[in-house]
């Protein structure tokens, strides 16, 4: 599969409780994004990377909240002492940075719950 | 900051009628507005973009018309089928970052 992968696809955990998740762009895409998506509603943005770097968080993102690529390849995403509100699903995007307009193939997302 | 919105956020037509899904935005630098159809359970998929330097794209059945002056842009399906059923979103990118829209369930009605 060359898609965009996510693991794992489902995750329960108890608040307070700390969580990560991971994501795998197309091999050849440099920008891999994170969102949020809530029941009802369009993906958020969270953050992205171009390689290795982050270039911008959401002024919405909690300190709770820390993403790292440190290979400019598979990215993370950890969610801090979890909340009820942090329930939702997690995609994770990946475009080619050829030029200004690039299209952003998402993975199958991880659906985070929260008891 | 940037906002994206999306109307209706339900549309039901009958089979083989028309569907139009309308969408402003607030970023005048945006330049690059793709849609995206969500079926459920599903990851979103791309179904039609357009550029800022366009006025109007098709593909078979679906077209998108942008109104840069007005900031707003539309999305129409034309001979719906069943199988357009799903939630669609509009967005719009300015600067590196896609700000997506609230969403439009549209149901196709037999």
């Known amino acids: 599969d060359t898609g965009v992968s996510q693991d794992p696809r489902h995750k329960i955990t108890k608040r307070g409780q700390n969580v990560t998740f991971r994501c795998d762009p197309i091999?050849?895409?440099?920008?891999l994004y994170w969102y949020r998506q809530t029941l009802g509603q369009g993906p958020e943005f969270l953050t992205y990377?171009?390689?290795?770097?982050?270039?911008?968080k959401s002024r919405l993102l909690s300190d709770r909240f820390s993403a790292e690529r440190p290979k400019g390849s598979f990215s993370t995403l950890e969610i801090q002492r979890t909340e009820q509100g942090d329930s939702a699903m997690y995609l994770c995007?990946?475009?080619?940075?050829?030029?200004?307009?690039?299209?952003?193939?998402f993975g199958p997302g991880t659906r985070l719950t929260v008891l | 900051g940037e906002n994206v919105e999306q109307h209706p956020s339900t549309l039901s037509v009958q089979e083989g009628d028309s569907a139009v899904i309308k969408c402003t935005y607030s970023?005048?630098?945006?330049?690059?507005f793709p849609w995206y159809k969500q079926e459920l359970g599903k990851r979103p998929q791309l179904i039609i973009d357009i550029r800022s330097n366009v006025g109007e794209k098709k593909d078979q059945r679906i077209a998108v018309t942008l109104n840069k002056t007005a900031k707003h842009f539309s999305l129409h399906i034309t001979e719906t089928q069943p199988e357009d059923s799903a939630v669609y979103f509009c967005a719009a990118r300015g600067d590196d970052k896609i700000i997506f829209g609230k969403g439009t369930r549209l149901h196709i009605l037999p």
């Open positions: 091999s050849e895409h440099n920008r």
């Open positions: 995007a990946s475009s080619k940075r050829t030029g200004s307009y690039n299209e952003q193939f």
């Open positions: 970023d005048s630098a945006s330049n690059y």
């Open positions: 990377f171009q390689n290795e770097a982050q270039l911008e």
